[in-house]
């Protein structure tokens, strides 16, 4: 996976916080598909109602399921970028062009990399921006990153993600969990409650369920 655009991301002040407005939600987007470009050579058609449609369902579903900040901080943050991304996959806001440049000989970019933006360059292109998001805020809240799985630059698994997701979207928040080096749930995997991070803190949760979360 390449982690290059979360250096930008990481560059802004209170990133979590600015990614819940639409227009630095449509400008980070819009930046991360110019650095796919720069690097890979493929040039990417935006449509802004999609990213607009994605945005507003995210967020929706976010503040809504915001109450398990309260048990896992960091785990909820993983969370709220694989929603973001099932909702990108769902919308399809962006569309690679026909035409496209090879990446210049110094970009240092793998061969494996180059394989996964040949392969699908929009999800490619949904997936690093979460990733990259993800890895942004975890570095501001808590000074490190997320671990990234190998499993991330294995052309096979983008073939089983790529062929999962178009049948059942959700599948993305699954698959956004293992490339960040976390523990799937296929079954449930966009209900947070589901979630077997959050799942580890019900020790916590015995003597009663933060603000606005029901007891389970």
Request: with cysteine.
């Amino acid at each position: 996976m390449d982690l290059r655009f979360k250096d930008e991301l990481a560059s802004m002040p209170d990133l979590r916080h600015r990614l819940r407005r639409l227009r630095w939600f449509r400008a980070t987007f819009r930046a991360s598909a110019r650095a796919v470009t720069g690097v890979y050579g493929v040039h990417f058609e935006i449509n802004d109602a999609r990213l607009a449609r994605a945005f507003l369902d995210w967020i929706e579903i976010v503040e809504g399921q915001k109450a398990y900040a309260g048990v896992n901080r960091a785990d909820f943050i993983v969370f709220a970028g694989g929603v973001a991304l099932r909702e990108l996959i769902r919308q399809n806001p962006a569309r690679a062009l026909a035409q496209t440049d090879a990446p210049a000989g110094n970009a240092g970019v793998s061969t494996a990399t180059q394989e996964i933006v040949r392969f699908w360059p929009e999800g490619f292109l949904y997936t690093n921006y979460c990733v990259s998001a993800v890895a942004a805020i975890h570095e501001q809240e808590f000074g490190a990153i997320p671990e990234i799985d190998t499993c991330a630059d294995d052309l096979r698994t983008w073939w089983s993600y790529r062929e999962n997701v178009a049948e059942v979207p959700a599948y993305a928040v699954a698959f956004l969990d293992r490339f960040l080096g976390g523990e799937p749930n296929w079954i449930a995997p966009d209900q947070p409650a589901a979630r077997h991070a959050m799942q580890r803190m019900k020790p916590a949760l015995e003597g009663g369920a933060p603000h606005g979360l029901p007891a389970h």
